[in-house]
T-cell receptor, first 113, second 115 residues
Framework: QKEVEQDPGPLSVPEGAIVSLNCTYSNSAFQYFMWYRQYSRKGPELLMYTYSSGNKEDGRFTAQVDKSSKYISLFIRDSQPSDSATYLCAMKNSGGSNYKLTFGKGTLLTVNP | NAGVMQNPRHLVRRRGQEARLRCSPMKGHSHVYWYRQLPEEGLKFMVYLQKENIIDESGMPKERFSAEFPKEGPSILRIQQVVRGDSAAYFC?????????????FGNGTRLTVT
């Protein structure tokens, strides 16, 4: 079993739709959870950062972490064509190697105008 | 405020040649990380360096790969005697410290193609 599982999609939605992206993980030591956005031929850009369980909202983006289920989600409200990108979940533990990110494979999202 | 700068953006090497990838971290950042992204795969950790020190190279193949971050100048990821399986996008990231609360800032990567 991979440490982090993420459905690669692709996911195609109309403009204005609510998008739900998620990852599951197996390592209970993960404490820090991130979502990155990666446009084609670019580097990952940090969108959301959450420590432990709970919700975090930033504009149209909401990140949720459920540690009991080992499940994290990213919701995008009122999706825009400019949101079309690959979304990567990433996580790290709180132990000695807390600098090391473990990524999902990414979900390719297309928002159609 | 320049971000993480990587060069070259694209690099083509024949099998057996050497590849040198360079990374200049964000201003004020002294911690550098290299990740590799293979086609259809997620980003994989390779190595973590601070100025003049390799902290963790557990993700880097033992042979042919080396990394450095000298006191002056960029971090270098060096791949000797490249093989086709080395073809990938190599991303560098930096942070101001190793606190888990410090987010990593990524560059736009170097895409290595081995022919």
């Amino acid at each position: 079993q991979k440490e982090v599982e993420q459905d690669p999609g692709p996911l195609s939605v109309p403009e204005g739709a609510i998008v739900s992206l998620n990852c599951t993980y197996s390592n209970s030591a993960f404490q820090y959870f991130m979502w990155y956005r990666q446009y084609s031929r670019k580097g990952p850009e940090l969108l959301m950062y959450t420590y432990s369980s709970g919700n975090k909202e930033d504009g149209r983006f909401t990140a949720q972490v459920d540690k009991s289920s080992k499940y994290i989600s990213l919701f995008i409200r009122d999706s825009q064509p400019s949101d079309s990108a690959t979304y990567l979940c990433a996580m790290k533990n709180s132990g000695g190697s807390n600098y090391k990110l473990t990524f999902g494979k990414g979900t390719l999202l297309t928002v159609n105008p | 405020n320049a971000g993480v700068m990587q060069n070259p953006r694209h690099l083509v090497r024949r099998r057996g040649q050497e590849a040198r990838l360079r990374c200049s971290p964000m201003k004020g950042h002294s911690h550098v990380y290299w990740y590799r992204q293979l086609p259809e795969e997620g980003l994989k950790f390779m190595v973590y360096l601070q100025k003049e020190n390799i902290i963790d190279e557990s993700g880097m193949p033992k042979e042919r790969f080396s990394a450095e971050f000298p006191k002056e100048g960029p971090s270098i990821l060096r791949i000797q005697q490249v093989v086709r399986g080395d073809s990938a996008a190599y991303f560098c990231a930096s942070s101001p410290d190793r606190s888990p609360n410090s987010p990593l800032h990524f560059g736009n990567g170097t895409r290595l193609t081995v022919t």
